[in-house]
């Protein structure tokens, strides 16, 4: 018999942690060594000989604990979210001095939703328009969403490569946030709703014409297929990893 991935859990207790545990627990070819909570320490991570730690905390506690997981040679796929550049250039700076440990930092592990920024991305330079509407739950402690940054991240970089010039916008006056956040030029639009889960709408437009990419995530389940490919894939692509389409073959 093959031996078991020994795989902990950071922020067990949490929404998504728990649904991750259940996950885990229930897969083939792993076992579940630690799952951990706020108060627990890192330590108990090497004690059990976790070799992938699966991070779903808080933006604040994210960073600290991908890198003791690192410095310890335990591969780490990240759902957290608050990686921005200057968090990810550290990581990568980190990683170079462990050549052989995995990072996979994955702002969504639904599938549908990784293909909807996908889509997103290759539409975005097709069209005058672009704004990004995310809505979650009212739990949800940041805003705008790690998605929606990524989806209008991709977006932007797709259009500025391709020349598209700036979205027409005649908006003279306006009160603070009535026009969304801007990220890259792109506005995002955060909702927060008691009864929804997580979910995204890329409004694309041309005179004539309008193109809208949903995704909804209805329950936590949307979410553990994703994780398990990432558990199952990261100790096998050393380095960092961007998104879990790094692990997909979306060209193909
Ligand atoms: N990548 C993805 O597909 C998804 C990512 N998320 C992200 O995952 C994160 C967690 O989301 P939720 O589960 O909804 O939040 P939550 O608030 O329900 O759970 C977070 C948990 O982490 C715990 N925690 C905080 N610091 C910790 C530390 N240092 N060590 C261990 N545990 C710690 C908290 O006590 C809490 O139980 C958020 O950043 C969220 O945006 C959420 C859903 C899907
Ligand atoms: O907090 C959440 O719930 C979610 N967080 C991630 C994000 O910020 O994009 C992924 C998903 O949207 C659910």
Same mark, same amino acid.
């Given at each position: 018999?093959?031996?078991?991935?020994?795989? !902990?859990?950071?922020?067990? &207790?949490?929404? /998504?942690?728990?649904?991750?545990?259940?996950?885990?627990?229930?897969?083939?070819? /792993? =076992?579940?060594?630690?799952?951990?909570?706020?108060?627990?320490?890192?330590?108990?991570?090497?004690?059990? #000989?976790?070799?992938?730690?699966?991070?779903?905390?808080?933006?604040? %506690?994210? =960073?600290?604990?991908?890198?003791?997981?690192?410095?310890?040679?335990?591969?780490?796929?990240?759902?957290?979210?608050?990686?921005? !550049?200057? &968090?990810? @250039?550290?990581?990568?700076?980190?990683?170079?001095?462990?050549? =052989?440990? #995995?990072?996979? +930092?994955?702002?969504?592990?639904? $599938?549908?939703?990784?293909?909807?920024?996908?889509?997103?991305?290759?539409?975005?330079?097709?069209?005058? %328009?672009?704004? +990004?509407?995310?809505?979650?739950?009212?739990?949800?402690?940041?805003?705008?969403?790690?998605?929606? $940054?990524?989806? !209008?991240?991709?977006?932007?970089? @797709?259009?500025?490569? !391709?020349?598209?010039?700036? @979205?027409?916008?005649?908006?003279?006056?306006?009160?603070?946030?009535?026009?969304?956040? %801007?990220?890259?030029?792109?506005?995002?639009?955060?909702?927060?709703?008691?009864?929804?889960?997580?979910?995204?709408?890329?409004? $694309?437009?041309?005179?004539?014409?309008?193109?809208?990419?949903?995704?909804? %995530?209805?329950?936590?389940?949307?979410?553990?297929?994703?994780?398990? $490919?990432?558990?199952?894939?990261?100790?096998?692509?050393?380095?960092?990893?961007?998104?879990?389409?790094?692990?997909?073959?979306? =060209?193909?």
């Amino acid at each position: 018999m093959s031996e078991m991935l020994k795989v !902990a859990v950071l922020g067990a &207790r949490g929404r /998504m942690g728990t649904a991750a545990v259940a996950a885990i627990d229930g897969a083939a070819g /792993m =076992e579940l060594v630690a799952a951990l909570g706020r108060k627990d320490p890192l330590d108990v991570l090497v004690d059990k #000989g976790a070799q992938v730690v699966v991070d779903l905390t808080v933006p604040g %506690s994210t =960073e600290a604990n991908v890198r003791f997981a690192v410095e310890h040679g335990i591969h780490a796929v990240v759902g957290t979210t608050g990686w921005d !550049a200057a &968090r990810l @250039a550290a990581l990568a700076e980190l990683l170079a001095a462990h050549p =052989e440990t #995995g990072v996979l +930092i994955a702002p969504n592990f639904a $599938l549908g939703s990784v293909l909807a920024t996908h889509f997103a991305a290759r539409a975005a330079k097709y069209f005058e %328009s672009v704004e +990004i509407i995310e809505l979650h739950h009212p739990g949800k402690v940041d805003a705008p969403s790690g998605t929606a $940054l990524r989806t !209008a991240q991709l977006m932007a970089k @797709a259009r500025a490569e !391709a020349g598209v010039p700036a @979205a027409p916008d005649a908006t003279e006056t306006a009160l603070d946030g009535a026009r969304g956040a %801007s990220v890259d030029g792109i506005p995002v639009h955060s909702v927060r709703l008691a009864g929804l889960v997580a979910h995204q709408e890329v409004l $694309l437009g041309s005179p004539g014409e309008a193109l809208t990419i949903r995704h909804d %995530s209805f329950n936590h389940a949307s979410f553990m297929p994703g994780v398990l $490919l990432g558990v199952r894939s990261v100790g096998a692509r050393p380095g960092l990893t961007v998104g879990l389409d790094g692990y997909l073959d979306l =060209e193909g």
